[in-house]
């Protein structure tokens, strides 16, 4: 009974959670409070508080690979709901095998490491690649065309590699619409693709808009996909974090991008976060 | 009733759904028909049928060592995150904890912050108070980025559970860990298997953190992928890779075995 029981009551699920919370503190939020910490300590003697900062937003290099970063992660924002969309209506809507077989196919790349599916990417895109031999087929291409090192090959591979995010974000909100408003559209004379058009697609806003802020989130900080395809030639903001961190061991500089990277992020995970709620009550 | 889907929908779907696994499945299939290669170099199409490479890894000392650090960072971190996590998903599910909802965010949150932010920042602990990188400290991290995936399983199923059966327990006298052994852990068991699986899935493939916190001794089977990619690719990379798409493949359907994976998924 809650008035009998409710100091014990109290004990247990404290307990059991604790573990977990000292593991978040002092092995996540512990680090990643680190960097913001040297993001603003100086890093030299002559050097002020925000002079990292500073100079990242003096250099012309950053400000052209982070102005990379978000207009790519913009496009892959796109082409992920463009994709997504009529993919998710397809599997809650398609009969259950096919639905399971659509899920299955699209559970499959997103649990396959990064590393793997990018590699395939390398291939795909890469001298001799099939998407090289199908554009001269077509004529569309002179010579051996090569989509890798190119701001057209990252796109590509990371739309492969986000799309399933975009479709099971997308695919839990539609999931969520009732049939019966559908049919009552098309039973007042709409079309199949009006229905889609006015009833589907507003309702599905709220998966769509989560599902596109959680995709531009993990391109705007991808680094193995865009650092592999792209090269040195196209760096994005995460290979730009990595080459301070590893190679300069610039960790001031680092952690201040890493911030300006994180800052961005929460900027859209919030709202995204909200917006999840909401969906769910 | 008319029919739901008109004619030029069906056709037009079915093409944009044909067109869209193609292009998911494109890197995948490229991979595992380029390691079946018999020639020398990475081709696609393969040149001749053959398994010979798969003998070139089985037989190399770098991607064994790789594979058995990968083996052991995922086994302690499946371990470690399926307890922590199982624990903190069913004292989340007590509705008499205060700040559940904050609480749960908390918990999740290692889920969408960017794991290179999160890769730098163990780098820059491990280094200034610490020796540097280590296996146990990749271990650490892992168990940070898996947990989420433990507590979200146990969570959801935990939700779908009868509290009546619990609370019968109770009135015949059986004690908080009486409760927790014999109705609540089994009530959990399906979100628990499939947390764990997810765990070992993430570990054995993340490649960000492991980047961050490589050293030459401890070089994970992604790392180890990695590092050949940024040079020239073998075949043997190709034969590695279809044999981490293989172990994929092993865990979907171990999921979907022990949960189910539209439960999952959304």
Known sequence: MPGAKGGQGLVEPIVLVTPGIALLFGAFLFPVGQILVLSVVPSGEELGAWSNFARFFADDYYLRVAWRTFRLSLLITAATAL???????????????????????????LMTSVVVRTFGWM?????????????????????????????TGIVVAMVQVLLPFMVLTTLGVIAGIHP??????????AGFYRTLRHVVLPLSLPGLVSGSLLVFAISMSSFITPNLIGG????????????????????GFAAAQSTLLL??????????????????? | ????????????????????????????GVVVAASLTAGQFLTFPPQGLSFRWYGDVLASEAYLSS????????TLVTIAATVIGTA??????????????LLAGVFLSPLVLPSIIFGIGLLIVFSIWGNGPSLLALALGHTVLTMPYVVRTVAAVLADADPAIEEAARTMGAGPVDRLRFVVLPQAKGGILAGAFFAFNVSFDEAVIALFLRTPGVETLPMRIYGQLEFSPTPAVAAVSTLMILMTILVVVAIERSLGLRKVAT
């Open chain 1, 83 to 109: 994709i997504g969309f009529p993919l998710a209506y397809a599997m809650a809507r398609a009969p259950r095998w096919l639905a399971f077989l659509l899920l299955l196919l699209t559970v499959l790349p």
């Open chain 1, 123 to 151: 291939m795909v895109l890469g001298r001799g690649g099939p998407v090289t031999d199908l554009l001269m087929l077509f004529g569309l291409s002179a010579r051996s065309a090569v989509l890798l090192q190119t701001e």
């Open chain 1, 180 to 189: 019966h408003l559908e049919e009552a559209a098309r039973t007042m004379g």
């Open chain 1, 232 to 251: 040195v030639r196209l760096p994005v903001m995460a290979s730009a974090i990595y080459q301070q961190a590893i190679h300069t061991l610039d960790w």
């Open chain 1, 263 to 281: 800052i961005a992020v929460l900027g859209l995970l919030v709202p995204y976060l909200a917006l999840m709620r909401r969906a769910r009550v």
């Open chain 2, 1 to 28: 009733m008319v029919g739901r889907f008109p004619p030029s929908a069906l056709v037009l779907g079915g093409l944009a759904l044909a067109l869209i696994l193609v292009f998911m499945l494109l890197p995948l």
């Open chain 2, 67 to 74: 594979a058995w650090t990968s083996l052991k960072v995922a």
């Open chain 2, 88 to 101: 903190a998903a069913i004292g989340l599910s007590r509705r008499r904890l205060p700040g559940r909802a």
